[in-house]
């Protein structure tokens, strides 16, 4: 019983602490690349549109990806003839060819990765560095598969221009552009987008979230004015935690006194994580104030737990085990999914912090 709850431990927590994507796509490139991709500021947009009967104008595809570019505050050219430092390519088809996941990032089970099994309308998007295409790709898809049929429902007429039309759209919400700023390493345009008023809310959610990644200390100031929005604390509480060591008084002060369990929870999450990437045990004492304080909630308890055995320490063990042995006392049928949570975290949080204090 026990070790199917390791087991099942270790697998969850494989999935709260995976790398992140931003950089896990830049750690093959060589300093050269990671400079070329720094400097960027002209890119080519180069689109193709491919239906049943064919090639077709790819010109509104064209559009769409260059004044978004340019909206980032990137030059964009059409010429390949022209200086550019870098391709961004879109290839829309009616009936997508499958050129396969990217191998770098881990992340071909992610929403906009490209997919072995889809094989209606969608874009693919990449980009090539002067000639080398980097292991960046990401898809757009229709609603449908069937642009027949679904053209025929819409009377919309021609399947294939249907199926271009619904695309033009969907690349029109999917942001791309952040997402290549991010991939380029260019925190400043990200955060000028984050500081304009007419960015949406949910643009500034996945902005902190790519800051974060790309462990961008430059957007301190900024992460630390959204833990002021209620609509944006979580993420800029999660992004912290990426950050340098300067952050650490500021989860610190978020989960001994936030009123919010899902900002505190996040806060000890990014304790952890700072914690860990740089081996800093002054985390643990505020952690383990909150392990089992008076009225804290399970969801804290569990992200507080798991940051625990993230950072081992062998003043953790004691607090552990006492929690350990009350959670063993509650017996409940079936199951409650929130304590069986918290027992799987500090049981495994035991076995970190225990297996280090034998050795230290």
Not at 54 to 79: F, H, K, N, S
Not at 126 to 154: H, M, N, P
Not at 337 to 360: C, G, H, M, N, R
Request: proline share 6%; glycine share 6%; hydrophobic share 40%.
């Amino acid at each position: 019983m026990r070790i199917g709850l390791l087991l099942t431990s270790l697998a969850l927590l494989a999935l709260t602490i995976d790398s992140s994507p931003v950089l896990a796509y830049r750690d093959y490139l060589t300093a050269e690349q990671k400079a070329q991709l720094e400097k960027i500021h002209t890119v080519r947009v180069e689109a193709i549109a491919l239906t049943d009967k064919g090639t077709v104008d790819a010109g509104p595809i064209t559009e769409v990806a260059a004044r978004r570019l340019g909206e980032m505050g990137y030059a964009v050219v059409r010429d390949a003839g022209k200086p550019h430092d870098a391709t961004f390519k879109v290839k829309c088809e009616q009936r997508k060819t499958w050129e396969g996941t990217t191998a770098a990032g881990g992340d071909a089970d992610l929403p906009d990765a490209p997919s072995r099994l889809w094989k209606g309308p969608a874009c693919q998007l990449s980009y090539l560095l002067g000639e080398t295409k980097i292991k960046w790709q990401k898809e757009v898809r229709t609603e449908f598969e069937d642009a027949a049929a679904a053209a025929q429902s819409a009377n919309a007429g021609d399947p294939g221009a249907f199926a271009m039309s619904q695309l033009r759209a969907k690349l029109e919400q999917y942001d791309f552009p952040v997402l290549l700023a991010a991939e380029w390493g260019h925190p400043d345009r990200l955060l000028k987008l984050l500081d304009a008023s007419d960015t949406p809310q949910v643009r500034k959610i996945k902005i902190i979230s790519l800051l974060g990644e790309m462990q961008a200390d430059e957007a301190l100031p900024q992460l630390k004015a959204a833990l002021k929005d209620k609509n944006l604390s979580k993420e800029a509480a999660v992004a912290l935690g990426s950050m340098g060591k300067e952050g650490i008084p500021i989860l610190v002060d978020i989960l001994k006194h936030s009123k919010q369990p899902e900002l505190q929870a996040a806060a000890a999450k990014g304790l952890g994580d700072l914690g860990n990437v740089h081996n800093d045990s002054s985390v643990v004492p505020p952690l383990l104030e909150m392990l089992d304080a008076p009225g804290v909630d399970i969801t804290v308890q569990t992200e507080v737990a798991w940051a625990l055995g993230r950072v081992p320490d062998r003043r953790s063990v004691k607090p552990l085990f006492d929690l350990d042995k009350k959670l063993q006392k509650i017996r409940k049928d079936p199951p409650d999914p929130q304590i069986k949570k918290l027992k799987e975290a500090v049981f495994w949080s035991i076995k970190q912090v225990y297996t280090e204090d034998q050795y230290s």
